[in-house]
């Protein structure tokens, strides 16, 4: 349903872009999904890092707020973060979340790693 991509090694101030389809997903029907990426790390639980709404207001975790942003691009049925100043802090599997009405889909998620 979700195919997420972008991951990989990057040292610490580096930037990494992420990006999330719903290919099988009506046009129409993704206009209206929320879309959000969430993080994990071992241990923890999971945590929200962006979220986007259908209108386009977006929310962010205050421990990426002013070096992440996330864009949904309609046209794609897709959904990016864009990630700049990483941290080794910012290391996690990343998760790309949809939710559309009662219903939550989940990508298989994609490893970041930020080297100091």
């Known amino acids: 349903q979700l195919q997420a991509c972008g991951g990989g090694l990057v040292q610490a101030g580096g930037s990494l872009r992420l990006s999330c389809a719903a290919p099988g997903t009506i046009l129409s029907v993704f206009r209206d999904d929320v879309m959000a990426w969430y993080r994990q790390t071992p241990g923890k639980e999971r945590e929200l890092v962006a979220v986007t709404a259908p209108g386009g207001t977006t929310n962010y975790a205050d421990s990426v707020r002013g070096r992440f942003t996330i864009s949904r691009i309609n046209t794609k049925k897709a959904v990016a973060l864009q990630m700049n100043n990483l941290k080794p802090d910012d290391t996690a599997i990343y998760y790309c979340?949809?939710?559309?009405?009662?219903?939550?889909?989940w990508g298989q998620g994609t490893l970041v790693t930020v080297s100091s």
């Open positions: 979340n949809l939710k559309r009405g009662a219903v939550t889909y």
